[in-house]
Structures are given as structure tokens and as C-alpha cells.
């Protein structure tokens, strides 16, 4: 049983910056794929962020390319997301992901396999 335990999520301004932070309680080298995702209310989960823990290669969605950075720590079994000029518009419930088998998809929700909790980022204006 894999569990994902975010945290950081909180109220910032706009142009303000957060980082999220997501442990894993297994040993990552196991985990092929780690995302961030977030979700509003009444729409469907979006694709924010992967990494792959080896090799560490990333992709972004557009809409946070050039402001966010997802980054691991393998010594500490962790995934950030450093979110950078925030905007009102990434307001949402941030979750963090873990693909325990390799997929070539990376950016739907069915592409991973465990979920976190949720942390809620607010962002006013």
C-alpha cells in the first residue's frame, strides 16, 4: 500500500509563491512516475505536473510552464511542486500522484495509480 501525505498548500496573493510538498511512504525506486494534479469544484482533475524519479525528466502543462518546478528528494521519499507567480486562476485543490508502473501516458488521472489527500491553494487578487 502506497500512501502520499501533501502539505503546504495555503492563502497567497497573486504573484506570490508556495511549495508543495508530497512523502511517499514506500522506497521511490519502485515508483516510476510521480504528478501533481489539481481540480475546482464541478470540473475535472487536471494535469499540472510529472517527473520521472529516474532520470528525473518533467513535463508541464502549459498553463504553469515557466512559473511551477517539480523536483524529488529520493533521500527523503519526496516530491515538490515549487509554484511561482501564482494567479488566481491555479486556485484549486492540489494532488499528488505515484504511477507504480511505467506508462508512455502521463498527463490523465488514469495514468497513476495512488492519490493523495489533497492540499487546498488559494490564490487572491
Known amino acids: 500500500q502506497v500512501q502520499l501525505v501533501e502539505s503546504g498548500g495555503g492563502l497567497v496573493q497573486a504573484g506570490g509563491s508556495l511549495r508543495l510538498s508530497c512523502e511517499v511512504s514506500v522506497r521511490t525506486f519502485n515508483i516510476p512516475r510521480m504528478g501533481w494534479f489539481r481540480q475546482t469544484p464541478g470540473k475535472e482533475r487536471e494535469f499540472v505536473a510529472t517527473?520521472?524519479?529516474?532520470?528525473?525528466?518533467?513535463y508541464y502543462t502549459d498553463l504553469v510552464k515557466g512559473r511551477f518546478t517539480i523536483s524529488r528528494d529520493s533521500a527523503k521519499s519526496t516530491v515538490y511542486l515549487q509554484m511561482n507567480r501564482l494567479k488566481p486562476e491555479d486556485t484549486a485543490i492540489y494532488y499528488c500522484?505515484?504511477?507504480?508502473?511505467?506508462?508512455?501516458?502521463?498527463?490523465?488521472?488514469?495514468?497513476?495509480?495512488?492519490w493523495g489527500q489533497g492540499t487546498q491553494v488559494t490564490v487572491s487578487s
Open positions: 517527473i520521472r524519479w529516474s532520470g528525473s525528466s518533467t
Open positions: 500522484a505515484a504511477a507504480l508502473w511505467y506508462r508512455n501516458s502521463y498527463s490523465y488521472a488514469a495514468d497513476y495509480d495512488y
